[in-house]
T-cell receptor
Framework: QKEVEQDPGPLSVPEGAIVSLNCTYS??????FMWYRQYSRKGPELLMY????GNKEDGRFTAQVDKSSKYISLFIRDSQPSDSATYLC???????????????FGQGTILTVHP | DAGVTQSPTHLIKTRGQHVTLRCSPI?????VSWYQQVLGQGPQFIFQ???????GRGNFPDRFSARQFPNYSSELNVNALLLGDSALYLC???????????FGPGTRLTVL
């Protein structure tokens, strides 16, 4: 069993739809949770970074973490064709910088938003 | 400010050869990590370096090695290349405690 499970999709939605992306995990030591967006053949771009349980909102994006259920979500409101990309969840037991901050990623969900 | 930079962008090698990939972190960042991303999968952790010391190593064979220089740039070396080493190699840097990791554009390695 993988430490982090993510439905690879693909997910196809019409422009303006609300998108829900999810990951489950098994390692209870994970405390830091991230969502990255990756366009084809590019490096991952950080979208959201949260610590422990709770919600965080940034523009059209909302990240939710439920540590009791070992479940994290990313919601995209008013989705746009430019949101079409692969979305990766990632998590770690420690923060980066001076700490050992190995990230464990999900497989990634391919999202297409069509006009 | 410039983000994480990596070179080269693309690389084609044959089996058995050796390759060196390079990474420059965001200015002020002292920690560099390397990840391998095979097509259709999420990135897999290879190494983390902080202040030129190895902080962590993923489940990769000894053919993979890395080092960090005094200016915090880093090299990833892979010896005796196999077809299965074909992947996007990503470098990420992070700042002080509590910071997350910011990724570069990657180096796409193809082994023939």
């Amino acid at each position: 069993q993988k430490e982090v499970e993510q439905d690879p999709g693909p997910l196809s939605v019409p422009e303006g739809a609300i998108v829900s992306l999810n990951c489950t995990y098994s390692n209870s030591a994970f405390q830091y949770f991230m969502w990255y967006r990756q366009y084809s053949r590019k490096g991952p771009e950080l979208l959201m970074y949260t610590y422990s349980s709770g919600n965080k909102e940034d523009g059209r994006f909302t990240a939710q973490v439920d540590k009791s259920s070992k479940y994290i979500s990313l919601f995209i409101r008013d989705s746009q064709p430019s949101d079409s990309a692969t979305y990766l969840c990632a998590m770690s037991a420690n923060a980066g910088g001076t700490s050992y901050g190995k990230l464990t990623f999900g497989q990634g969900t391919i999202l297409t938003v069509h006009p | 400010d410039a983000g994480v930079t990596q070179s080269p962008t693309h690389l084609i090698k044959t089996r058995g050869q050796h390759v060196t990939l390079r990474c420059s972190p965001i200015s002020g960042h002292k920690s560099v990590s390397w990840y391998q991303q095979v097509l259709g999968q999420g990135p897999q952790f290879i190494f983390q370096y902080y202040e030129k010391e190895e902080r962590g190593r993923g489940n990769f064979p000894d053919r993979f090695s890395a080092r960090q220089f005094p200016n915090y740039s880093s090299e990833l070396n892979v010896n005796a290349l196999l077809l299965g080493d074909s992947a996007l190699y990503l470098c990420a840097s992070s700042g002080e405690a509590g910071d997350t990791q910011y990724f570069g554009p990657g180096t796409r390695l193809t082994v023939l």
